[in-house]
Structures are given as structure tokens and as C-alpha cells.
């Protein structure tokens, strides 16, 4: 996982509320388990319609509650395989958060009127160690939890991290060897 400390660049805007991972990776496009060749199934039904048109951009706005509904881990990787770094919206499914901020999507929840904001201004700046957004004419501080901010800031996924503490697992399972079988009395 790449380590996060600004997002710069244009922002994509999509005006709606309510978008569930259904719509942003529909179920016949959740065959493989590798993570990559999602993004081009991104929004898929809505890319149909007539005037359609979503940008590749680093940062993404969308309306409240972006990501809720079932808790696929594809939703975010068809997000970061079409190039979002990052999605800013009012508010986020809660287990679509979880796995945004797990594979180095930062999911940022603004009020509404930043988020109006943001996507008027159509570039802004993500400022992740001072959790601030900032776009032309503005700017907002968000909220991120520490622990989850840490592991952004230096790329650390569930790996990374398991694997820091690799001496202490060594030493753990040391200390519990034993030399020929293990019996108990009955």
C-alpha cells in the first residue's frame, strides 16, 4: 500500500445520495479476486446513460451516505483502479470506510456545504497530516481516527502491519517450543 500524505489535483463530481456498492461494482463484475481491472466496471449501469461522464481524477465528491449497502471489498478497489485517491462526501457506509481506508483510499467526510464547496471549485488539495481539505477559496478539517491515519501515513496495510511485529511472533512461538510430542493425563 502507498503511504498518504497529500492528494493533489482535479476533482470528479457525482451529485447523488444514497450510492450503494451495487452501483458502484454491480454483483456479475465480482468473479476474480485479484484487486486490479475493476475500474473500467466502475459505475457501470450509470456509464450507459446519456450524458454520462466521470472523469479520472485523484478526488472524488458524492453525496451522503456514498458506499452503503453490501460490504464488497470491490466498491473501493473499482474506485482506486479507475485513479481516486480519495472520496469526499458527507457521510460513508461504515464497513465501505473500513475498506477504503485498509487498501489506501481515504474516505473523508465533510458537511455539505464543503462538500458543495470542493466540487464548485473542481481542484482541491488533501492535507492528510493536518487533515485538512483545501481547494480554491477555501478550506475544511476533517476527522480520521489515529490509528487509521498512522497506518495511511506510513502505507501500512493488515500485512504490514503483522509484519512489523514479526520478532515478538518469533519470540512468542520460542518461548512456547516444547521437544517431542505433547500429552496430557486423562
Not at 466521470?54 to 479507475?82: K, M, Q, T
Not at 488539495?125 to 476527522?143: H, I, K, M, N, Y
Not at 506510513?154 to 521437544?179: C, K, M, P, V, Y
Request: aromatic fraction near 8%; hydrophobic fraction near 40%; include cysteine.
Amino acid at each position: 500500500m502507498r503511504a498518504i500524505e497529500t492528494i493533489t489535483g482535479r476533482v470528479s463530481v457525482l451529485n447523488r445520495d444514497d450510492i450503494d456498492t451495487d452501483q458502484i461494482i454491480p454483483k456479475q463484475f465480482l468473479k476474480r479476486v485479484e484487486r486490479t481491472g475493476f475500474g473500467e466496471f466502475l459505475f457501470y449501469d450509470w456509464a450507459k446513460e446519456p450524458g454520462w461522464e466521470l472523469p479520472r481524477n485523484p478526488i472524488l465528491v458524492a453525496g451522503r451516505n456514498f458506499g452503503c449497502g453490501s460490504s464488497r471489498e470491490h466498491a473501493p478497489w473499482a474506485l482506486e483502479d479507475y485513479g481516486f485517491q480519495a472520496v469526499v462526501a458527507p457521510s460513508f457506509g461504515d464497513i465501505f470506510r473500513n475498506n477504503c481506508t485498509k487498501i489506501g483510499l481515504l474516505p473523508i467526510a465533510l458537511d455539505a456545504d464543503a462538500c458543495a464547496a470542493v466540487a464548485q471549485a473542481r481542484e482541491a488539495q488533501v492535507d492528510l497530516r493536518e487533515q485538512e481539505v483545501r481547494w480554491p477559496g477555501g478550506s475544511a478539517r476533517f476527522e480520521i481516527d489515529p490509528e487509521t491515519k498512522h497506518r495511511l501515513l506510513n502505507g501500512l496495510d493488515d500485512i504490514a502491519l503483522t509484519l512489523a511485529q514479526a520478532d515478538a511472533i518469533e519470540s512468542f512461538e520460542h518461548d512456547r517450543e516444547r521437544s517431542g510430542p505433547v500429552t496430557t493425563a486423562l
